[in-house]
């Protein structure tokens, strides 16, 4: 049996994929949401780096005795499970990147795009990022009461996490994936995503919604990671 083990972007919890893991149950299939630590209802001391994020995961999985996996990252959260998804090979069934970051062997969240304001604002945020306000979710195909939730639920995030760098044993490519792209956030994936995408071992899926398909697009997405799991 295929297990499902979702882990959400910055700022977010497992909280976040309520909708698309109801949707995956509905069909038969098991799902573990994960909230990484530092976040959501794991926030307090000691402030966790990025290998952290990485522990977090692959603990889950051994916890659980986990296989036959399709581990799926959104957004931040692409370069945790990346390192992780390397980790666990042996148990895993299929990577979906969920309009996500890719793990890349010495480079981190913020490497590859204009991320200067990000460090700017978690060290004016004692070290972390701090949670978005209601604009930065316009044009993303979510309605007034899906930002809100967003916004609601939202947490500041460990900057350690996001500017210490990957740890890849091999590279992601070499792992079978599905890339999903969300068109209202680029028509293209971009920098390593589209190097990813050149192995003939991942695949791409668009999206006609914005960069959280989990709020806008829930029951699609769960369709899409059903299918990336079938076609493994």
């Known amino acids: 049996m ?12 497992a909280w976040a994929w309520d909708e698309v893991a109801a949707a ?19 926030q307090g ?11 977090d995961i692959v603990a889950e999985v051994e916890r659980l005795d986990l296989r036959d996996i399709v581990l799926a990252g959104h957004s931040y959260s692409g370069i945790p499970v990346g390192q992780a998804a390397v980790r666990i090979v042996d ?20 490497s590859g795009w204009p991320s200067d304001h990000v460090r700017a604002e978690i060290e004016e945020n004692g070290g972390f990022w701090p949670s978005p306000t209601a604009d930065h979710f316009a ?38 994936g599905t890339y999903i792209k969300c068109l209202l ?12 995408l050149k192995s003939d071992r991942w695949e791409l899926v668009t999206m006609d919604t914005g ?11 769960a369709r899409i990671l059903h299918e990336s799991a079938a076609g493994s």
């Open 2 to 13: 295929t297990n499902f083990v979702l882990v959400a972007g910055a700022r977010l919890g």
């Open 24 to 42: 995956l149950r509905e069909s038969g299939q098991v799902v573990h949401p994960l909230t990484l630590s530092g976040l959501a209802e794991k």
């Open 45 to 55: 001391a000691p402030t966790p780096g990025q290998q952290t994020h990485v522990d």
């Open 91 to 110: 148990r895993l069934r299929r990577v979906v990147l969920v309009d996500a970051n890719v793990a890349v062997d010495g480079e981190s969240f913020l």
């Open 139 to 176: 044009g993303q195909g979510l309605t007034d009461e899906q930002i809100a939730r967003i916004v609601d639920g939202s947490t500041p995030h460990p900057g350690a996490t996001l500017t210490e760098p990957a740890v890849m044993a091999r590279p992601l490519d070499e792992l079978p």
């Open 185 to 196: 956030d680029g028509d293209e994936p971009w920098g390593a995503a589209a190097e990813l």
């Open 211 to 221: 960069h959280w398909p989990m709020f806008s697009r829930p029951r699609e997405l």
